[in-house]
RNA sequence: GGGCGAUUAGCUCAGUUGGUUAGAGCGCUUGCUUGACAUGCAAGAGGUCACAGAUUCGAGUUCUGUAUCGCCCACCA
């Protein structure tokens, strides 16, 4: 043994530990030229303003499982950390920082504001990064990478410039989604809607020159933006506005004409028919504008005040402007109505601010050329989601998809490299700093000042982090990567556009299985966030329980794409199965004094003739939660893997095999005694390998305290466990008829504890049992298990015999080995006894019943399957011999 | 408005290609200081699988519809 292990386990001194030996040992790397197949695995970069949340706990504990789990079997691995510069969202905090010292970035000016970022991120960028470790990641940290790397900055730029040159990057007035706040352009992605219950205004505006109508209604939900109307628009069908067209619309509070429009887009049958056009503000009637030659009126400034244009309201923030027109229209009872309007407004992400449309120059990519082939090897499944479904969402949103607004005003993040000459006027793209005009010569040159969208270097991620646009021997082997984890809401924002980026630069699909977990949601069913304050800190959990506690409850608890729901207490099952595993590690050492556990790793069987039913036993299950372990794995279905190896550990191997080893174990037959040892070492290492992707830190612990590392140094890389060959069983005389034999058994002991359960007999009180084997051969293996039977029953005597004869008030029960019962002399009073053996019998009536309609069914037994139709003749045979014993015990206990 | 998911034990959830008696954890009841473990052991109670139809010898599982809840997408002012 290599070291006593402690009566208490404690978490919280083994995991630092580990993970520093783990990286000392530099086992978390991978080298091209060590060889093996790669496997590759590119994290989600969490933002370096992150702090670490269920979400990210559960994306990369899958992630570190589906890691460690290919290392062990001996792939070349690569799991590439890093983290995303988070324009906006570090931007925001640092401004935030520098509020509290009074100041503005503007005071700062740009350079030294972004001097500032990055002290910002010197400090605090690691936290993240830090709690990565805590939880167990098995990154290769010799790879970590900042999206605003030198390295990763370049290959922005060469992107950048070869879209450009391609005319596939392109700059242009449009109405974008605007945040007034971050004073910065959205994509609309970054632009979230959220139901709002708003006002829709009807207002009145005076019409002059037409003698059916002295005014005409519009209906809006902004009437700030009124002072940037340009016209009314109806409906070309609607007939109930003839003559308004050559009639003059007077715009309210400013007196200014509107021209009157008809265009197909106004829906007749919504509001009062007529729309106020506001080119400047409104997605619709920009377009509604472009289409009839109208000039825009912009009226509102970048922070979300009125600019001069809004005349009287200058100055005024938009919400207050409101207020005042509204105001302002109701005195001079331009106001018609005002109801209750239910309607789905856009948030910015970052601050949820409401989402201003805004007309403005701005870049945008041309999305429809790359989604083409993005759209191809996910329809042929080149590239596969799991679950499936999202494959429709993918599809749907790629086959729409619209060019992709990647300007911001903000000044964290990669300047666009596009160039101005003041002289000739000559715009260009470039990688790096010129000095002059390319086309001219002249020097009077001067940079877009814009940068770009966070997004614009998360997509080239998968290759730009391995050293593209190089070339070199890691992009050579480490991509395309193979597994993509991650969640739902980024499947636009990342997933596809990766597939967009790696297709059109790397000519190749950069990841060939797309892993979408579910959301972690309180037990409420909200979205854990730190702003509803709802969160459950992963790490205080693993201050009150353990990394490996969190990991495997996670993992238990989260199906397939499933929602995850969380409470504190659901981590107990994490907690309270590694103090299980923990204490079966202690009685193995207790038992293990001067064992060669090395041994017994490489094979359970000293002398196949010395092993016992049990040990066949559980040596098959244990090749059975081989192969159920690594097929839940390969399927992505961790909370199945995790299940079987909680129940394979706890039920099968604590509570059935350790407890029948005792009875060897406190003996002392000394070959048994090594033969059991063996078997438990065998079987408790591979399980310790199966749930190390899921609990890498106790299954570390154990693996040397036990002694196993003589074999292989680090379970963590030691070799995945396999099946044993059919053959193997064979010689062992490991059976599908001994398997079950056993399971059979458990069953009778289950029977025979129920029994005195069933009589309030405490498990530890030693009473006489009597079996009645089912036949002959039976009762020979029986006979072979006796004392054994005894011990698992805590029987005083456990006698066998063909052709017992119950007395009076003996009780009974029936298993497939055959019939069981416990003498109580008379301890019984007999007329409950009846009463409870005659509500036995109905409900035995009642099965047998539902047995015989079934096999008077001619269409089931002509069309099932003869297993299925046999299965209910064994059944119903099983039943009437149920029903006959209670008839005779109840016979019995009234001749009393 | 469109799409997706969920509805199974008191609670939180599994349940694969239709096929013995629908499972787990927590909680509950009863009994246990049984020489690894009370973060434990043993035994139990608890289910009209949301509802209505259809297919089938057979449906929690397939199909259609309904209801409720949740999520995503969408330019009706």
Request: glycine fraction near 6%; aromatic fraction near 10%.
């Amino acid at each position: 043994m290599a070291s006593k292990l402690e009566k208490h386990y404690d978490p919280k001194a083994i995991e630092p530990k580990w993970y520093d030996k783990w990286i000392e040992e530099d086992l978390f790397h991978g080298d091209p030229a060590a060889g093996g197949e790669p496997y590759c695995v590119v994290i989600p970069p969490p933002n370096v303003t992150g702090i670490l949340h269920m979400g990210h706990a559960l994306n990369n504990t899958i992630q570190d499982i589906l890691v460690r789990w290919r290392r062990m079997q001996g792939r070349n691995v690569v799991w590439l950390p890093g983290t995303d510069h988070a324009g906006i969202a570090t931007q925001n905090v640092v401004e935030r920082a520098l509020k509290k010292e009074g100041k503005t970035r503007e005071d700062l000016g740009r350079d030294k504001f972004i001097e500032r970022v990055w002290e910002w991120r010197e400090e605090y960028g690691n936290t993240i990064i830090n709690q990565l470790k805590k939880l167990g990641s098995s990154c290769d940290w010799e790879r970590e990478r900042f999206t605003m790397d030198a390295g990763l900055s370049d290959a922005v730029a060469e992107v950048f410039v070869r879209l450009y040159d391609k005319g596939l990057i392109y700059r242009g007035n449009y109405i974008i989604n605007w945040c007034s706040r971050c004073h910065t352009a959205l994509s609309d992605e970054e632009s979230e809607h959220a139901d709002m219950n708003g006002k829709l205004y009807y207002i009145r505006y005076p019409v002059r020159g037409d003698n059916k109508r002295d005014h005409i209604v519009v209906a809006t939900t902004r009437p700030e933006t009124l002072l940037g109307d340009v016209a009314v628009a109806v409906n070309p069908n609607d007939d109930r506005y003839e003559g308004i067209d050559a009639a003059e619309i007077i715009l309210p509070v400013l007196d200014r004409p509107l021209k009157v429009i008809r265009d197909e887009f106004v829906d007749p049958e919504f509001g009062t028919g007529i729309v106020k056009v506001t080119p400047a503000h409104d997605p619709n009637d920009f377009e509604m504008g472009n289409r009839h030659g109208l000039e825009p009126i912009n009226v509102m400034n970048g922070d979300g005040t009125m600019n001069e244009a809004a005349g009287p309201y200058e100055g005024m923030d938009r919400f207050e402007c409101r207020k005042k027109i509204l105001a302002d229209l109701e005195k001079a009872k331009l106001i018609e109505k005002i109801e209750d309007h239910k309607n789905s407004v856009g948030h910015c992400y970052r601050c949820d601010t409401v989402v201003e449309p805004r007309l403005s120059p701005q870049w945008f990519v041309k999305m429809k050329p790359l989604a083409e082939r993005a759209v191809e090897v996910v329809k042929d499944g080149s590239v596969e989601f799991v679950p499936a479904r999202w494959t429709k969402v993918y599809l749907e949103w790629m086959e729409n998809i619209r060019d992709w607004c990647i300007s911001r005003q903000i000044w964290w993040g990669h300047r666009i490299p596009v160039f101005y000459c003041d002289d000739c006027g000559h715009e260009w793209a470039e990688k790096g700093a010129p000095a002059a005009c390319q086309k001219c010569g002249a020097d009077k040159i001067r940079q877009d000042e814009d940068v770009l969208d966070t997004w614009f270097s998360s997509w080239l991620w998968p290759f730009s982090t391995f050293g593209w646009p190089g070339s070199n021997e890691d992009l050579k082997c480490y991509y395309p990567s193979h597994d993509l984890v991650t969640a739902s809401e980024i499947i636009f924002f990342w997933v596809a556009r990766m597939i967009m980026a790696g297709l059109e630069f790397m000519d190749d699909i950069p990841f060939s299985k797309v892993y979408i977990h579910g959301t972690v949601r309180d037990d409420k069913g909200l979205k854990m966030s730190k702003s509803l304050g709802n969160s459950i800190d992963p790490l205080d959990i693993i201050k009150e329980f353990s990394a490996d506690a969190l990991r495997f409850s996670l993992t238990m608890l989260t199906a397939t794409g499933q929602d995850v729901y969380i409470s504190s207490e659901k981590f107990e099952i994490g907690r309270n199965f590694g103090t299980k595993l923990w204490n079966a590690a202690r009685f193995m050492q207790m038992h293990s004094e001067g064992l060669d556990v090395s041994e017994a790793l490489s094979s359970p069987v000293e002398d196949a003739a010395l092993l016992c039913a049990d040990d066949k036993h559980i040596l098959a299950s244990l090749s059975e939660a081989v192969a159920d372990c690594e097929e839940n794995l390969g399927r992505y279905r961790f909370n199945d893997a995790a299940h079987v190896l909680y129940d394979f550990v706890w039920s099968k191997f604590c509570d059935w095999y350790v407890e029948y080893s005792k009875e060897t174990l406190y003996g002392d037959d000394a070959d048994r005694k090594r033969q059991v040892l063996k078997v438990m070492h065998h079987v408790f290492a591979n399980a310790l390998k199966l749930l190390h992707p899921i609990m890498p830190f106790v299954t570390e612990e154990l693996w040397h305290a036990m002694g196993y590392n003589a074999s292989d140094e680090y379970i963590m890389r030691a070799q995945w466990p396999k099946s044993f060959a059919p053959d193997q069983m064979t010689e062992w005389g490991i059976t599908p008829e001994i398997v079950s034999y056993v399971d059979s058994r458990h069953e009778l002991v289950r029977t025979g504890r129920s029994l005195k359960a069933d009589y309030s007999i405490a498990p530890s009180k030693k009473v006489d049992f009597v079996i009645k084997p089912a036949d002959s051969d039976i009762a020979h293996l029986l006979e072979q298990d006796q004392v054994t039977l005894r011990n698992l029953l805590r029987a005083e005597e456990l006698q066998l015999d063909d052709d017992y004869q119950p007395d009076k008030a003996t009780p009974s029960a029936l298993g497939k080995l055959g019939t069981i019962y416990m003498p109580i002399k008379g301890i019984i009073d007999p007329s409950t006894e009846i009463e409870r053996l005659k509500e036995q019998q109905a409900q035995v009536e009642k099965n047998l019943g539902n047995v015989n309609g079934k096999l008077q069914n001619m269409d089931f037994v002509k069309k099932a399957p003869k297993h299925v139709v046999a299965q209910q003749e064994d059944k119903k045979a099983e039943l009437i011999e149920t029903r006959d014993k209670l008839q005779r015990l109840i016979d019995t206990l009234s001749n009393l």
